[in-house]
């Protein structure tokens, strides 16, 4: 009923594991299909092989040579929706061409203030009273595309950069539902087809 959804990690894959367990409990008409990491030590791997979901680890520097490869890998899987959490590569213009709206990132700050890495600490470094979340549309930009919806986090004097990103963390498991949520009823994929 839902997308076939690929998730692209390349990290500790808490946002991953949060969709795969709306998927499996319903909360999403989706269904994951493929996990694919470009970090050999992903250790969550197993985790997500132990749910009976495939997983993928694509090992390559050269940038076409990669995207070969994962385009050929979501193409197999008849991927038509794709997810990043915590994917730390930049795709190429031409492969986003050929997924345009089709795949989303999440970044942890109220885009499009703090892009790029380190965005927590960022934030405690400029003293800021909110950040946030925010989901995207991928363009071929460090977290320039199109917002789709965000999430605020109040910042308090006592937060440290490990507890703000803790609390951003929270809100973004929420957030990556609610918009997948959005996207298939958007895409007619969702529960009322």
């Not at 692209?8 to 894959?13: C, E, K, M, Y």
């Not at 992903?42 to 995207?67: A, D, H, M, P, Y």
């Not at 345009?100 to 790029?116: D, Q, R, T, V, Y």
Request: proline share 1%; hydrophobic share 40%; aromatic share 6%.
């Amino acid at each position: 009923m839902g997308f076939n959804l690929a998730i692209l990690i390349s990290g500790r894959g808490s946002n991953m594991l949060n969709i795969i367990e709306a998927c499996n409990n319903k909360t999403l008409s989706s269904k994951v299909k493929i996990v694919i990491s470009n970090n050999k030590n992903s250790s969550v791997l197993t985790k997500v092989e132990k749910k009976g979901i495939k997983t993928k680890i694509i090992l390559e520097n050269q940038i076409n040579k990669f995207e070969k490869k994962l385009s050929q890998t979501l193409h197999e899987e008849k991927i038509n929706f794709v997810c990043l959490a915590g994917f730390m590569r930049i795709l190429s213009k031409g492969f986003l061409c050929n997924w345009e709206k089709k795949i989303i990132n999440i970044h942890p700050s109220i885009l499009p203030a703090f892009k790029g890495l380190n965005a927590v600490k960022k934030a405690l470094e400029k003293k800021v009273k909110y950040t946030g979340c925010t989901i995207h549309y991928v363009d071929k930009g460090v977290d320039t595309g199109e917002i789709i919806d965000q999430r605020i986090v109040k910042v308090l004097k006592t937060d440290n950069e490990e507890r703000l990103a803790k609390k951003i963390l929270k809100e973004e498991h929420i957030l990556y539902i609610k918009v997948i949520e959005l996207l298939e009823k958007k895409y007619n994929y969702g529960k009322d087809r």
